[in-house]
């Protein structure tokens, strides 16, 4: 049987200031985020939408959650596969595109992870498993756009290490 999982969080919106919406260019986009357990984080919008640019924004935390869900479902099964990863850093970039109403959409995600394993065999199972975590992580599977990998197998104390060149979704 297929088991369901809740999460909660707030998120108040700390901007209004005197005013509050009075008009589009006077209001404060800034928030906070809380959740029971880790520290508040505190957002905002896009520097392009007159948000703060030292707060995260919402396109970000979008970004961040696609990367964080790839590595997470991938870690665990390199660790399944006895595929030892020694380090792992994804230098992601996401895509929006604004549409005529105001609205927009995010039209492409990439991920470009690059895991370093322990053994030269074990290179080519680290490769072939970003498809496999592609297809498992939550949020990946939620997303209506695509979701690319361009991921960079190193094997530790190698002198050189080449791209893999396998994508997923």
Do not use: K
Not at 22 to 27: A, L
Not at 71 to 97: I, N, P
Not at 109 to 121: C, F, N, Q
Not at 126 to 140: D, K, P, Q, T, Y
């Amino acid at each position: 049987m297929p088991r369901t999982h809740s999460y909660e969080l707030t998120v108040t919106w700390t901007g209004a200031g005197a005013g509050g919406t009075v008009n589009y260019r006077d209001y404060g986009r800034d928030h906070q985020i809380d959740a029971d357990g880790p520290p508040p984080l505190l957002g905002s919008a896009d520097p392009t939408f007159r948000g703060d640019s030292q707060r995260w924004n919402p396109e970000q935390l979008l970004l961040t959650a696609l990367a964080q869900c790839h590595m997470l479902s991938y870690l665990s099964l390199c660790a399944r596969g006895r595929v030892v990863v020694t380090a792992y850093t994804d230098e992601a970039v996401g895509t929006m595109t604004e549409s005529g109403d105001g609205g927009g959409a995010f039209t492409e995600v990439v991920l470009r992870p690059r895991v370093t394993v322990a053994t030269p065999e074990m290179a080519e199972r680290a490769a072939e498993l970003h498809e496999r975590a592609h297809r498992l992580c939550f949020i990946a599977s939620s997303v209506n756009f695509p979701v690319r990998h361009e991921p960079v197998i190193v094997v530790a104390d190698a002198p050189t290490a080449a791209p893999t060149g396998r994508t997923a979704g």
